[in-house]
């Protein structure tokens, strides 16, 4: 079965990035529409307490933040659909994409804001403490505060791990690092930083095997992969920082990429390779990754798509 449809803004995906890029599309009367993916509110749906969203100063829960975000989206006439979008071809005129594997849409203009995923070890009790908010995260800047004065262990040797443990370091009395070879990844500087701040002990060469707690994290198993040693380090938070997947294998081939996967955006703009097709949110920054800029950058989306729809005549 195939149906087609023609929109003025299609926006794909529908986290921060994507939610504030609809505000001001619809706000614009573009009309827009957007595809929720498989993940309605993207990331912020899995956390619990947000408290560095602005505006919030009694914090708020991520899912709460989605839904008002969804419907202020919808208050302007944003029609916000469940469904992934499985297939582009972003270099037709219109822009054809296909909506599980049947709706065939054609747009104006595509705001892209896929997203990104944290990579997680894939350990069971790692998932369960993550699902149940239990003191298991991918995002120190989101939830290091809750472990203020606590011990912590953080996995991972890249940028972010070594950016996560830092920033971890002030907050807590303790971080352990943990680094499954015996040099890490990240560049010199945060190498020296890490190398420099006291209260991080790293475990060069070491797993981590288990992570215990019923209701929340009270201890994570490592183990040496040199010698063997086991050990359980007596910490209430664990942080995953082994790397982020950008939301964006459909794109392959017709977007300009970095060699990570994430969409390479003209600078101070959300404008890709492809005239028309911007893109906004994590689905296009590894470096800052917070809902506050992804929403920021929605907004350029928006008006970015705006000014090239005025530009070829079509709104
Ligand atoms: P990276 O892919 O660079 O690093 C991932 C780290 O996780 C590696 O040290 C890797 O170990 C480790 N790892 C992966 N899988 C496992 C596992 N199963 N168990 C244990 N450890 C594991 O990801 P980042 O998120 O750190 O960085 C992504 C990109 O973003 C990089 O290009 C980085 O430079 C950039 N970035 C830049 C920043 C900045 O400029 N301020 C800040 C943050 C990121 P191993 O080394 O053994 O493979």
Known sequence: MSNTEHVTCLIIGSGPAGYTAAIYAARADMKPVIYTGLTPGGQLTETTEVDNFPGYP???????????????AERFGTQVRFGMVTKADLKSNPKRVWVDDTTEITADSVIISTGASAKW??????????????????????????????????????????????????????????????????????QHRVLNTPNIEILWNHETHDVLGKETVEGVVVKNNKTG???????????????????TDIFKGQITMDELGYIQVQAGSSKTNIEGVFAVGDCADKTYRQAVTAAGTGCMGALDAERYLASVGVH
């Open 58 to 72: 009694k914090g708020i829960t991520g899912p709460i933040l989605m839904d008002d975000l969804k419907a202020q």
């Open 121 to 190: 070890l894939g350990l069971e009790n790692e998932n369960r403490l993550r699902m149940n908010a239990g003191g298991v995260s991918a995002c120190a800047v989101c939830d290091g505060f809750f472990f203020k004065g606590q011990d912590v262990a953080i996995v991972g040797a890249g940028d972010t791990a070594a950016e996560e443990a830092t920033y971890l370091a002030k907050l807590c009395k303790k971080v352990y690092m943990i680094i499954r070879r015996g040099e890490m990844r990240a560049s010199k500087a945060m």
């Open 229 to 247: 040693e086991a050990r359980t380090l007596d910490v209430k938070g664990f942080f995953v920082a082994i790397g982020h997947k950008p939301n």
